[in-house]
């Protein structure tokens, strides 16, 4: 039997914006995989925290604050630390284009903006998680 994708859907920092990431948690559900919502104002280390006592595949992250780099940047860094790079991580939101090389020099493997077909986000996943 093949283990399904666990996935960690996460609110870093202040924003109050759910729709998205619930939008997105409900896909990666229908498309059969295990979904952990951390729900709002998570701190980078309570999502690493969840994803590692989760044994999460994924994490998604999604930001519409403005605080992206820091956030994002921040959970990868941690995620180093504990020896759990093999967590594909996964962002979202509304992130400006000029941004995305700086979140993924810091280990964001891919960053969806406002209008991704949820489709292709649920192929990304499939076609790069770590089995």
Do not use: W
Not at 37 to 51: D, F, K, M, S
Not at 99 to 106: F, M, N, R, T, V
């Amino acid at each position: 039997m093949n283990k399904k994708i666990r996935v960690v859907i996460a609110k870093p920092g202040l924003d109050g914006h759910d729709r998205g990431a619930k939008v997105i948690a409900r896909a990666c559900r229908d498309a059969g995989m295990e979904v952990i919502y951390t729900g709002l104002r998570q701190t980078p280390e309570q999502i690493v925290e969840t994803a590692l006592q989760e044994d999460a595949d994924v994490i998604g992250l999604s930001s519409l604050s403005g605080a992206h780099e820091h956030l994002f940047s921040r959970v990868c860094e941690l995620l180093r630390e504990k020896n759990a790079e093999d967590i594909l991580v996964i962002g979202g939101g509304v992130i400006p284009e000029d941004d995305i090389p700086a979140l993924e020099k810091a280990g964001v493997k891919k960053v969806f903006t406002p209008g991704t077909p949820t489709k292709e986000i649920i192929e990304y996943i499939k076609a790069n998680v770590k089995k």
